[in-house]
């Protein structure tokens, strides 16, 4: 049974195209992965009745020869993605229990591609945080343990901490995310799995519940480069639903997928070796450094001159857009609804009880840089600062074709760390943020070990719709650095069921 856990996206796909396997025994196969790994609490919801109907139908149109990219291919999906007839929660109290009557264009997108839903994934609340421990479903847990302090749990990253568990532990073959400041980088390399945060407007926003408009942007999160590349082929599109999705086609992503770097110029901003970066994980930086030299890329040094201010900025236009955005749950349209005797009442008590700590403090942040007296001071400098930051880049860009950085400071943290200190979580997304805030492609790739024996990934960042050097860059690395840490931990965890 395992056999087929083993086999990356690419290979299923082949196999599943060859009549080799069926959509039907790898989806019994990731069901079954599912149960084993509960206590992971990685899923909010299994759709284990329409997985075996779609695999059915997979099956089928095999059968005749037929089928799009992802025929057959059984995926997790982020509980942020509207999906029809599926329970959709953002992991927020608001929503428990509310059932979308449409779907988002992205998992539509997957869905005629021939893809099958395993499930929905835990996330934080409204996909704000860097842990997955704000979800009101609980927290998950990522299937990675320390070797210096087993016993202690680690965070598997967020806000798209379900995908990134499920992904390693091989309860999915792949899995979408979101990306608003980081949450699909961020647990990717917590994790030890690849992450892509594709340029903003490549994939719609339509039916992906909203935090950040400005900012967020869906992704595919995977075990190889090629994966999430072949994921995020399926995934984007142009939406006329989406007043911001880019007027432009995906070029195919995996034409040079495994081209070498030779003659690529990479830049590495020094303004990223902040004094808080902890010297295992600028040695790590350093040697993929070494990698993609060494593969024939020409290194340079480049300066992004406002790096330090982008934090700021982005917990200032962040927690602004998201108050906005959660103004609609009010206990009328949508979900959550606290009975009350007068209407003002009845917004109170909804809004109390429905919004977890860390949403309510996101909701009074962004409500207070918008209001008036405040609102030059914090978020007309917030979006003056966001143009310096991509003036920055454009410069950098003329000079190089894609930037390395590490994607965290650190590995994983153990579930319960910074949960009393909202300003060291908000410290999570230093090197994440920027490419946000400036709309930029980029990915993680897992590329070792930490001391404690917890994966750490770097960071490529490439150009606006340059995805192909960011996978480029993203492929290097993964071929160079060898990380195959992921079969001793999924033959880990077998091994204790
Ligand atoms: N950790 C960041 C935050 O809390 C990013 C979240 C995200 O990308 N959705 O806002």
Redesign the pocket.
């Known amino acids: 049974m395992n056999d087929f856990l083993d086999l990356s996206l690419a290979e299923a796909r082949a196999r599943l195209a060859a009549r080799d396997i069926s959509s039907t025994e790898l989806t019994k196969a990731y069901l079954s992965r599912i149960e084993a790994t509960a206590n992971l609490n990685a899923y909010i919801t299994i759709t284990h009745d329409q997985a075996m109907l779609g695999a059915a139908q997979a099956d089928a149109r095999l059968a005749k020869g037929k089928g799009g990219i992802l025929e057959g291919i059984c995926i997790a999906v982020k509980d942020l993605f509207c999906t029809n007839g599926v329970q959709t929660t953002a992991a927020s109290r608001m929503l428990d229990g509310f059932i979308p009557t449409y779907e988002s264009t992205v998992t539509s997108n997957l869905w005629n591609a021939g893809a099958v839903l395993l499930g929905k994934t835990n996330l934080d609340e409204f996909?704000?945080?860097?842990s997955n421990t704000t979800s009101y479903y609980g927290a998950v847990e990522s299937p990675w343990r320390s070797t210096d302090a087993s016993d202690k749990k680690r965070v598997p990253g967020?806000?798209s901490g379900g995908s990134a568990a499920a992904v390693a532990a091989r309860s999915a073959i792949a899995a979408t995310g979101?990306?608003?400041?980081?949450?699909i980088r961020q647990p990717a390399s917590f994790s030890g799995i690849v992450g892509i945060k594709p340029t903003y407007g490549r994939c719609s926003r339509w039916g992906i519940i909203a935090?950040a408009s400005s900012l967020d942007q869906a992704g595919p999160m995977a075990r190889t480069v090629e994966d999430a590349a072949i994921l995020l082929q399926a995934m984007a599109s142009y939406d006329p639903k989406d007043s911001t999705s880019a007027k432009t086609t995906m070029p195919n992503l995996l034409v040079d997928i495994n081209k070498s770097v030779k003659g690529m110029s990479i830049g590495v901003p020094i303004e990223y070796r902040i004094d808080s970066l902890p010297e295992e994980t600028s040695k790590i930086w350093d040697h993929g450094i070494d990698y993609l030299k060494s593969e024939g890329a020409d290194i340079v040094h480049i300066s992004l001159p406002h790096t330090k201010y982008a934090l700021p900025t982005y917990y200032i236009i962040?927690p602004a857009e998201a108050s906005s955005n959660l103004a609609r749950y009010d206990g009328v349209r949508y979900g959550l609804r606290i009975n009350e005797q007068n209407i003002t009442d009845m917004y109170t008590h909804t809004r109390t009880e429905g919004f977890g700590e860390e949403v309510k403090r996101r909701i009074l942040l962004g409500t207070y840089v918008l209001s008036s007296g405040y609102y030059d001071a914090y978020y007309l400098k917030a979006q003056k600062m966001r143009n310096l930051l991509r003036h920055d880049f454009n410069q950098a860009f003329d000079k190089v074709d894609a930037i390395l950085t590490p994607t965290t400071l650190s590995d994983a943290f153990e579930i319960g760390d910074n949960k009393d200190d909202p300003l060291k979580m908000y410290l999570?997304?230093v090197f994440t943020v920027p490419a946000s805030l400036v709309g930029l492609p980029s990915i993680s790739v897992p590329v070792t070990l930490s001391k404690r024996g917890l994966p750490i990934g770097l960071q490529v960042l490439g150009r606006m719709f340059d995805e192909n050097s960011v996978v480029r860059v993203g492929r290097t690395l993964e071929r160079t650095a060898e990380f195959k840490a992921m079969t001793t931990l999924v033959n880990g965890i077998l091994k204790d069921e």
């Open positions: 996909a704000m945080g860097s967020g806000s979101t990306d608003t400041g980081g949450s935090f962040a999570q997304d």
